[in-house]
């Protein structure tokens, strides 16, 4: 039997992002998936799936901050491994 896992990465990163490591991150949640035995069905660039409400929260942040604070929507794994026996 198949078992899935889906991941999806999401972030505020400060200083407009310039510090943000968008390989790294991957790399992060990649190792640590494939150790527990999982391998990528599916890898996506994409926006988070919110609501309106969410996103214009968002917004008002960012537009105080000055940008200084930035949501990173980041990226999103499907990951299936073979179930472990019981």
């Given at each position: 039997?198949?078992?899935?896992y889906?991941?999806?990465?999401?972030?505020?990163s400060?200083?407009?992002?310039?510090?943000?490591?968008?390989?790294?991150?991957?790399?992060?949640?990649?190792?640590?998936y494939?150790?527990k035995?999982?391998?990528v069905v599916?890898?996506e660039w994409?926006?988070?799936?919110?609501?309106?409400f969410?996103w214009?929260?968002i917004l008002i942040?960012t537009?105080?901050?000055?940008?200084?604070?930035?949501y990173?929507?980041?990226?999103?794994?499907?990951?299936e491994?073979?179930?472990?026996?019981?």
């Amino acid at each position: 039997m198949t078992e899935n896992y889906y991941y999806e990465y999401h972030k505020w990163s400060m200083f407009w992002g310039i510090f943000l490591k968008q390989r790294e991150e991957v790399q992060h949640a990649l190792d640590r998936y494939n150790d527990k035995g999982y391998k990528v069905v599916q890898f996506e660039w994409n926006t988070s799936k919110l609501s309106i409400f969410r996103w214009i929260l968002i917004l008002i942040a960012t537009f105080l901050s000055l940008g200084f604070f930035s949501y990173w929507a980041g990226f999103s794994i499907v990951f299936e491994r073979e179930a472990l026996p019981e």
